[in-house]
């Protein structure tokens, strides 16, 4: 006979026994939804067994369970004088519900009935005060555990210990775990103190508890493995990592839901991000956490345009994204530099709950920046309504990239006027403006204002500096900043040195830069060319092939160039020499045509930027064979005229095709936006933004 037809069958009114306890209890027990335990409770009421504290307990217990609490205070509250069974039911369920100050209030309520608690009591008591970050009530809530003597009870301890982790309180928890004996400690507890360590920051302890349990022989549960993969996550030990993913596989736990969400971030997070691609795959319904997962992780190795990819892909899923995904996938449009695909970003963040979300709103602003349009990102500045420091910043941080030094100044005046504080990234994008416009008197004052603020230079501010300094003749000046630092320099900062060396063929002190950035970072190609550079520069012909002969023994080679135009809303990438495009015969015919019209304007080219010591006619194919010039040639055949080519490059660019992209934008009436290396450059009428200081 059916639950339903029990429940309706008229022996339920009679003396025959069949709505004993046990019977009634094991109709709780097999209930499916909460309209049968409403049934259930009447037909107890009609026969007096409401005052059950037996059955009472068991449906309290059931209507938590399917998240009822409403109904299972009710049931409560009829009860007259509840003992201790009921009592833990209705806080348990408080508690595994969240309703964590309703669990709380309870007990003060039990109290007050003067029923005692048990060990059943404070477990579910300690986890509502970590929910609620209470530590007075949860120290309180100790000392009653202490009193009673339940100090040895090991679940009451691992609550304690999950409760001080959660409120920051590392030596409490460590000293009740400490004081559990050895042979008491379970896996729970082992687990609660590694999340202790973990959640708070302290990884490397996490990981040396962790190395304990193991010895002790304790085997790890999916929680604890859990915890240890997010701590080599933050640490970036991929190696550790993988033994982890190991012992996963050893233990049949490869498909635990968050051990898969933890091993996808793990790898994604650590480059590897093929290898997250193969976990998240696994994965039937992958969850919000492990979309972020793998957009952040492509966004952030590099891979820019499969996040965007994966962002479209998470949206055709109807999975809701939120501020992590958006934000990554605007990071990933910045990366990729495609104005059309920010458009549709920005359409996208318009129509959803995001909109207003400041956050998002200076994320936008340095994406339509690094997209190459000032005027874009200033009209997401304009229509944000709460301000913060972030957005002012992203904004100067924007005009300093198109080296637009005024406008960054004045709104940095506009920004102190309304009282915004300025921060480390404001000073940044001030140091950048004035770099790039060669303002010295400017970006001197305002590298030395960051003191009146308490702000620390930083790497990147001393290598604005030095390189706005250098750039503009003051080498000594630049050389004595460095030995006046009071952090030790870094890469970026002798970087710039060596540059200013080169512009100015400042060889000795431009080789001691050169020695510096070699001691640190042995492997960067970028240092040999760059002072290659510089000897060529000098004409210096034999230092040259000396450096390029230890480039060779150390197995380095030069970048080769690559530049990227947009062209209908994608990205076509060209390389030095490119005869692979499909299109190749029509774009080599562009480029002589551009070159033949070139020499008609009476442009020569500038034979030191090839770098070598060829002849002038070697060095003249070379140049007009940069991607750049190939990426032109391509843009003006495959779009209508008068369209505005948006290239990035990645190189810096060279000082003939800076020349000749001038004299092109003239000849053709077009307007070229190129992003290399160090900014953006806006050709047009001749004429570059940098105004030839770059």
Not at 37 to 55: E, N
Not at 243 to 250: D, P
Request: proline share 3%.
């Amino acid at each position: 006979m059916s639950e339903a037809a029990l429940l309706a069958s008229p022996f339920l009114y009679t003396n025959s026994g069949i709505h004993s306890d046990s019977f009634y209890a094991s109709l709780i027990d097999s209930s499916t939804h909460k309209a049968q335990l409403r049934q259930i409770h009447a037909r107890l009421l009609v026969l007096g067994l409401h005052f059950s504290g037996f059955l009472i307990t068991k449906l309290i217990q059931a209507s938590s369970s399917f998240g009822d609490v409403t109904f299972a205070r009710q049931v409560f509250d009829d009860l007259p004088r509840p003992q201790i069974f009921p009592w833990n039911a209705i806080i348990r369920g408080y508690s595994r519900n969240s309703y964590f100050q309703d669990a709380l209030l309870m007990y003060s309520k039990m109290q007050l009935a003067r029923v005692s608690p048990d060990s059943f009591t404070f477990p579910h008591l300690l986890k509502a005060c970590s929910g609620l970050s209470h530590l007075p009530m949860g120290r309180l809530v100790h000392s009653q555990v202490f009193r009673l003597g339940f100090e040895a009870d090991v679940f009451v301890q691992n609550g304690l210990i999950a409760l001080y982790a959660k409120c920051r309180r590392l030596g409490c928890a460590r000293t009740v775990f400490e004081g559990l004996p050895l042979p008491e400690r379970t896996i729970v507890s082992w687990t609660a103190i590694i999340s202790a360590y973990a959640q708070n920051g302290e990884l490397v302890e996490a990981l040396e508890i962790f190395s304990q349990m193991r010895k002790m022989g304790v085997k790890p549960d999916w929680v604890a493995l859990v915890s240890v993969l997010n701590a080599f996550t933050c640490l970036q030990d991929l190696e550790q990592g993988r033994s982890i993913h190991a012992s996963v596989v050893k233990m049949g736990l490869e498909t635990e839901p968050d051990l898969l969400i933890s091993l996808n971030t793990m790898y994604a997070k650590c480059g590897q991000v093929a290898t997250a691609k193969i976990l998240f795959d696994k994965m039937k319904s992958p969850n919000l956490i492990l979309w972020n997962a793998m957009i952040s992780g492509y966004a952030k190795n590099g891979y820019a345009k499969d996040a965007i990819d994966m962002f479209h892909k998470m949206i055709d899923k109807d999975v809701r994204p939120d501020t992590i995904s958006i934000t990554s996938a605007i990071s990933a449009c910045a990366q990729v530099g495609c104005l059309e695909q920010a458009c549709w970003m920005e359409k996208y963040v318009g129509r959803s709950d995001y909109r207003d979300d400041v956050f998002i709103s200076s994320a936008l602003i340095d994406m339509f920046a690094k997209c190459g349009s000032v005027e874009c990102a200033r009209s997401v500045f304009d229509r944000t309504l709460d301000r913060d420091v972030v957005v002012w910043s992203a904004m100067i941080v924007g005009y300093g990239l198109h080296g637009r030094a005024r406008e960054a100044i004045s709104l940095y005046r506009t920004m102190e006027h309304d009282g915004v504080h300025p921060n480390d990234v404001t000073f940044l994008g001030l140091l950048m403006a004035c770099n790039h416009s060669g303002l010295v008197r400017e970006g001197w004052w305002f590298f030395n204002r960051m003191a009146d603020h308490k702000i620390n230079p930083q790497q990147q501010h001393y290598a604005c500096v030095i390189d706005l300094l250098g750039r503009a003749g003051h080498m000594d000046q630049a050389y004595e900043v460095i030995k006046c630092m009071p952090i030790q320099p870094g890469v970026t900062v002798w970087g710039a040195l060596l540059s200013a060396c080169k512009k100015h063929r400042h060889v000795e002190l431009g080789e001691y830069a050169a020695q510096q950035l070699f001691s640190i970072d042995p492997s960067n190609t970028g240092h040999y060319v760059q002072l290659s550079n510089l000897y060529a520069a000098a004409r210096l012909w034999d230092c040259v092939a000396e450096v390029r002969v230890r480039m060779k023994e150390k197995g380095l080679s030069k970048d080769v160039g690559c530049s990227w135009v947009e062209v209908r809303g994608r990205l076509e990438a060209f390389r030095v020499g490119d005869k692979s495009h499909p299109r190749y015969r029509d774009i080599e015919r562009q480029v002589e045509w551009i070159e033949s019209r070139l020499k008609e304007g009476g442009f020569v080219a500038y034979k030191d930027s090839s770098l070598h010591d060829l002849n002038d006619e070697e060095a003249e194919e070379t140049l007009c064979n940069h991607s750049e010039r190939i990426a032109i040639a391509y843009g003006l055949i495959s779009t209508p005229q008068g369209t505005t080519l948006r290239i990035t490059k990645n190189l810096r660019a060279c000082v003939n095709c800076h020349a000749a992209t001038k004299l092109i934008s003239k000849l053709v009436g077009r307007e070229f936006v190129v992003r290399d290396t160090n900014r953006f450059h806006h050709f047009k009428d001749g004429v570059c933004s940098c105004n030839d200081y770059w």
